[in-house]
């Protein structure tokens, strides 16, 4: 709950102005959707319902899908090189990986998370696996990061006992 809650910290400490811009038009088109859903509940009941419906699937799934969004466009970063080893005789996991910012804008810093979870056989149940890792990991690294630069990354887990074939997927916030 802690990673959460500094996770959405964090992403609100950086807020620049296309952010501000596209929470701000999120939240007014959800408004106009409500008001114009009210003035149409005398005329129209179930265009009515599937206005304020639609308003507030809007309200729910447009943050997540916003956030993806500005992240993949406005904060692109390329994530290469994802290497585990699993050392045996200390039960830790060593994770590395390589990222490189491949935007147009300078980095101060970046959240890298990481989470390791259960190999499976079909993509279902990759996916499933993927909803519950075994464990998880974030780390906020404050080295400026210039277009074009990659910067490597070493995790590490200790007290590691899971003796099956595992994977791990890392992703990273730079701002």
């Excluded at 969004?69 to 039960?91: A, M, Y």
């Excluded at 519950?132 to 007290?159: A, C, Q, W």
Aim: charged share 20%.
């Amino acid at each position: 709950m802690n990673e959460l809650k500094f996770s959405i910290f964090n992403y609100l400490n950086h807020f620049g102005l296309y952010d501000y811009v596209a929470y701000i038009w999120l939240f007014l088109t959800f408004f106009i959707l409500l008001i114009l859903s009210l003035i149409l509940i005398k005329k129209s009941t179930k265009m009515s319902i599937i206005l304020i419906l639609f308003s507030l699937l809007l309200f729910f799934i447009g943050p997540p899908l916003l956030k993806y969004f500005l992240d993949t466009t406005v904060r692109p970063v390329e994530i290469s090189k994802i290497n585990f080893k699993k050392l045996h005789f200390t039960d830790t996991l060593i994770v590395d990986t390589k990222i490189k910012n491949i935007s147009k804008k300078i980095y101060s810093e970046c959240q890298i998370n990481a989470k390791v979870y259960k190999q499976g056989e079909t993509k279902i149940k990759i996916f499933i696996n993927k909803l519950k890792p075994i464990t998880h990991r974030t780390i906020l690294s404050k080295v400026k990061l210039k277009s074009g630069e990659s910067m490597d990354n070493r995790m590490i887990f200790y007290n590691f006992i899971y003796n099956h074939d595992i994977n791990v997927s890392i992703s990273a916030e730079c701002y």
